[in-house]
């Protein structure tokens, strides 16, 4: 399980470190590094909300551009052979490939395979012709 926390659009991994016994967060999808810490779940929360607004503030006294948290979009190169399936896979679920691939990583990111979801649509059901 993954541990998160949202703020302003931002997202933090969150960690338990046992040797100081403390909770450690780190600013995930941003270039920059940014870290928090503190000793129970509500410091950590204030420390992260700190974290970001220090993080935005700095960058605008350099004259910066904060990195941006991703905006949703995502360009992948495949081969035809993928691309092909993938369509067939979304068209068998009634879905758009945004959709489906949506769906896809979201399953994998829960730790949810397709083959969990899906086992009738997985294998050699599907045939490629080139």
């Not at 006294?61 to 190169?77: A, E, T, V, Y």
């Not at 490939?97 to 949810?112: C, F, H, P």
Request: glycine fraction near 6%; charged fraction near 25%; charge should be negative.
């Amino acid at each position: 399980m993954i541990n998160t926390m949202t703020y302003k659009n931002y997202s933090a991994r969150i960690e338990y470190d046992d040797e100081d016994a403390i909770l450690v967060g780190h600013i995930s999808g941003i270039r920059d590094i940014v870290g928090f810490h503190a000793e129970s779940v509500s410091e950590l929360r204030m420390a992260f909300e700190q974290a970001v607004d220090d993080y935005l503030a700095a960058c605008e006294q350099l004259g910066q551009s904060p990195d941006k948290p991703s905006n949703g979009k995502i360009l992948l190169r495949v081969t035809p052979e993928i691309h092909r399936a993938a369509l067939t896979y979304a068209e068998l679920a009634g879905k758009s490939l945004n959709q489906w691939a949506t769906e896809v990583l979201q399953n994998v990111l829960m730790g949810e395979s397709l083959e969990q979801r899906h086992p009738e649509k997985h294998g050699s059901e599907f045939i490629l012709h080139e």
